[in-house]
């Protein structure tokens, strides 16, 4: 799962309630080479919820300014910096409101609810 | 035209997939025409997010990995599938085609609630086939100690319409404002049906392509939101 990706997700346990984003991350990040794409990067940056992403980027050690840069569109040190952030190969995402765990194997989230979530 | 590869999918044949996932066949391949058919348009309407919803089925991942060699790389890429097998097995396309698809396990488009009005382009080749109640109920059955996971790549209950109804109310919600939607039809499933409950979501269905394959007759619908003042 590529780190970006976590801004995407949220708990989608039936009743979590208001709190169900964002979740937070466990697991070591994994660099994976891919190429720098700055069209996608500045696309992505124009939507993302950096505030989600740096609380993310804490959870596994990854380091990030606290906030997003004023200059962030030109500015290519961060944004190959936000490129680079890159994968969670085994870890899992966890909601801290209802405390429900969805795992990650070999990169891929498991977001499979049980009969009684849905 | 050039012609573009159709993705390598040689693991699906290794010990680890076979028995467990959809290999592509004639729907698999009659959707990749449609998408190459419709590459001019596609291309220019840039898309930012596409997603594949497998239902078992995309499990091979090539439908996705097709779109994104029309696309290119400036956007992101989501394949979702209810088998666990499936979705590593999408995971090994992408990586062999070196696309970046992130892929989620989970049931139709329900990971993806935050995507809400943003998916540029969303794929559902869903378990098509007309089947009674009882074995589209089984084919779903994981608990079943002889559970076919292949039957529910196809098996889709009466007008092979059970899977395909549970989204159907929800795409035009999920689509961004020129967002568009491929799906694949036989014509048990009533496709005019479709095009009707989707007509009340604004958004307008075409057949891009159909083929007869062997006691199917397949099409590939693509659904475009109305342009509304």
Known sequence: MRILSHNMLQCIVKGCGAANYPLRLNGEAVHKESEYNEDFIKHMMSKIDYPALYQASQDVKIDLPSSLPED???NEEFLKKIHDVTHIEEGGLYCNNCKRIYPIKNG???MLLNENEV | MDHLPTPDTG????REYEGYVYDPSEDTFLFLDALSEDRASLKEMQPRTCVEIGQSRCGSGCVITFLSNIIGRHCQYYAI???PIAARAAK???????IPLDIICGDLVSPLSRMKGSIDVLLFNPPYVPTSMEEYLESIDTSASEHDVIAAAWAGGPDGRCV????LPIVGEYLSPNGRFYLVTVEENRPKEICSILKKQNL???KVIDRKARN???SIYRFTKRVTE
């Open chain 2, 81 to 83: 599938d209810i088998n």
């Open chain 2, 92 to 98: 090994e396309t992408a990586r062999r085609a070196n």
């Open chain 1, 72 to 74: 962030y569109l030109d």
């Open chain 1, 108 to 110: 891929i989230v498991n």
């Open chain 2, 216 to 218: 199917e007759h397949l």
């Open chain 2, 11 to 14: 693991h699906l044949s290794s």
């Open chain 2, 164 to 167: 395909l109804d549970r989204l």
């Open chain 2, 204 to 206: 307008d269905g075409q």
